[in-house]
């Protein structure tokens, strides 16, 4: 019979790689689904205050799958100024740049 000893730390491979848009250091944030039977990792960039590039890695049929990068606005908050407008719409242009930028090097 053999025994499993969950208490000794085991080397299971590389970790997946952040997205070459990511910062350097960057961690990815982990969740588990509602029957915790399936597990994402969130990788993230902040660009402005409001402005996010996102994108997860999915176990699917055993591998580790790497979905598309999004851009959104993560706020709350509203109405905005002029100002406001214009410089979140600066930020979401950089974060395109970003991602064409790392998903298309020259």
């Known amino acids: ?18 997205p070459a848009w990511c910062l350097p250091g960057t961690l990815p944030l982990f969740s ?15 660009v402005s205050d409001y402005v996010v590039i996102e994108a997860t890695d999915e176990i699917r049929e055993g591998r580790i799958v790497r979905n598309a990068p999004k851009i959104f606005c993560d706020f709350e908050e509203g109405p905005w100024t002029i100002a406001d407008a214009r410089r979140e719409g600066r930020a979401l242009m950089t974060a395109a740049e970003v991602v064409t930028e790392a998903i298309q090097p020259d």
């Not at 053999?2 to 790689?17: E, K, Q, S």
């Not at 588990?32 to 902040?46: F, G, M, T, V």
């Open 32 to 46: 588990l689904s509602e029957n915790n039977r399936e597990a994402a990792w969130a990788w993230q960039r902040r």
């Open 1 to 18: 019979m053999t025994t499993t000893n969950n208490t000794t730390p085991t080397d299971v491979g590389p970790a997946p790689a952040p």
